[in-house]
């Protein structure tokens, strides 16, 4: 079968590529610049890739850009989206990204006589930011939907153009009869196989540098679990709706006490960026994701991995 995955040069859905190609899958992966080998390189050297990877240029806001790509494919997996958490202007380095370039893409699987099924990668951002109070006990599941007015008023950007997107892309496919499913992961980690440091495993390289965390607690999962998720939502048939994908959630002192227990002899801070009391962490329900199949690699093994990789590619040197 032919499959598009949009973004495919980025951290998750490097994985997914890889996992189609072992799969037998032929994928057609769209990337902005297909001649910059920082993109394409790791992906051209996967197993299978000579036999069935195909890649295409495409642009989230060139209206009709995914027109070509899409057509003659079973099944696309939507990842393509920025994920930056500090901008200069969130409305266009974020928000008309995410958001139009959700909708041009599924208007391009509207037109298409192949698509049966897009599998959306959605954020916990798009889930459990609310005015909600949160504590342990609180389990967030799948009817949780972020509040944009709470995004906006809290300068959460990137949360902000996530919920956008995914709650667009909801009303298009329930108007244009496309069968969705979203799938909703928390920070994720694990090894890399593109060649530079993505946004969401910063924090961890940052800790091992010895820099003081920030007071959050945040969800993390691991990058081959969303991988397995994709692929999983795409083929199960009776996949629908939404699902998290999260092993657990800690506050950073917590990522940052594995951290050191793991490597005890590297210069991980034990001191927080601020001296407010610490954000109290919640559960992420993990009962649909069974229903997916999904087993949650620990925590522990994630960061080990992230950790492992950042030595391989020398972005530290102990
Ligand atoms: P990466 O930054 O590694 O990858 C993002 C991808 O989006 C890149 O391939 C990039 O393409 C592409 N992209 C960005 N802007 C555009 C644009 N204007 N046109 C075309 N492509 C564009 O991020 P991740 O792998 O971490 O994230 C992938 C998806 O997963 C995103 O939708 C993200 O929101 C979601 N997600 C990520 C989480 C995480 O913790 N990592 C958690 C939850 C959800 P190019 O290579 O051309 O720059």
């Known amino acids: 079968k032919v499959v598009c995955v949009t973004g495919a040069s980025g951290f998750i859905a490097s994985w997914i ?6 799969r037998g899958y032929t994928v057609r992966a769209t990337v902005r610049d297909p001649s910059n080998p920082k993109k394409v390189d790791h992906l051209l050297k996967l197993d299978g890739a000579k036999e069935r990877l195909q890649l295409f240029k495409a642009d989230l806001l060139e209206e009709g850009s995914f027109d070509s790509v899409v057509e003659g494919c079973d099944g696309v ?18 928000i008309d990204p995410a958001l139009k370039g959700t909708l041009n893409v599924l208007k391009s699987c509207a037109k298409s006589t192949s698509v049966k099924r897009v599998v959306l990668t959605s954020s916990n951002a798009a889930v459990s930011f609310d005015t909600r109070p949160k504590n342990p006990e ?64 910063e924090p961890i390289l940052n800790l091992i540098n010895g820099i003081p965390f920030p007071n959050k ?44 227990d793991l490597y005890p002899t590297l210069p991980i801070s034990d001191k927080c960026e601020d001296d407010g009391p610490y954000m109290p962490t919640y559960q992420i329900s993990k009962e649909k994701a069974k229903s997916f199949g999904i087993e949650f690699t ?21």
């Open 217 to 260: 607690a945040i969800g993390w999962v691991n990058v081959k679990d969303v991988a397995n998720a994709h692929i999983h939502a795409y083929e199960i048939a009776s996949a629908s709706g939404r699902c998290l994908l999260a092993e657990r959630v800690v506050h950073y002192s917590e990522l940052a006490m594995i951290l050191r």
């Open 17 to 22: 590529v890889k996992f189609l190609l072992q």
């Open 77 to 94: 997996f939507h990842t393509a989206s920025p994920v930056r958490f500090v901008v200069n202007d969130p409305q266009v380095e974020l």
């Open 138 to 201: 609180v389990v967030v599941d799948e009817t949780w939907f972020s509040n944009p007015d709470f995004c906006r008023e809290s300068k959460l950007w990137y949360v902000l153009s996530k919920t956008l997107a995914e709650a667009a892309a909801w009303k298009f496919v329930n108007e244009n009869n496309i069968d969705m499913v979203s799938l909703n992961p928390t920070m994720v980690a694990g090894p890399l196989l593109q060649p530079e440091v993505n946004e969401s495993v």
């Open 298 to 318: 620990p925590l522990e093994i994630s960061l080990k991995e992230t950790v492992e990789s950042f030595r391989e590619k020398k972005f530290i040197d102990f």
